[in-house]
């Protein structure tokens, strides 16, 4: 199983990024999908979730209103569009896979750094 983020980098503040994560080795539609963000010195924390058919979708407070995470089935692929950055967003962001029914099936990603700077 294989989850491959791709889209940080280093942005101004009030910037967007898109990132990306790609599956392979599961079958996709079966698995709800979620971004995390690990600062340093700080706990992992959730940033966004979707459901395996993209119908429900679950926000960190901190990024409501500002980040949309989306899924297509299709291409195996999890984006999360990031919009009006802050510093505080600076962190390693993370792409999970759960299976809907066997929730000790979950998977990471290798993370991708997103630096917001001021």
């Known amino acids: 199983v294989q989850l491959v983020e791709s889209g940080g980098g280093l942005v101004q503040a009030g910037g967007s990024l898109r990132l990306s994560c790609t599956a392979s080795?599961?079958?996709?539609?079966?698995?709800?999908m979620g971004w995390y963000r690990q600062a340093p010195g700080k706990q992992r924390e959730l940033v966004a979730s979707?459901?395996?058919?993209?119908?429900?979708?679950n926000y960190g407070d901190s990024v409501k209103g500002r980040f949309t995470i989306s899924r297509d089935n299709a291409k195996n692929t999890v984006y999360l569009q990031m919009n009006s950055l802050k510093p505080e967003d600076t962190a390693v962001y993370y792409c999970?896979?759960?299976?809907?029914?066997?929730?000790?099936?979950?998977?990471w990603g290798q993370g991708t750094q997103v630096t917001v700077s001021s």
């Open positions: 080795g599961i079958t996709f539609s079966i698995y709800a």
């Open positions: 979707i459901t395996s058919g993209g119908g429900s979708t």
């Open positions: 999970n896979a759960r299976h809907i029914y066997f929730t000790s099936r979950e998977y």
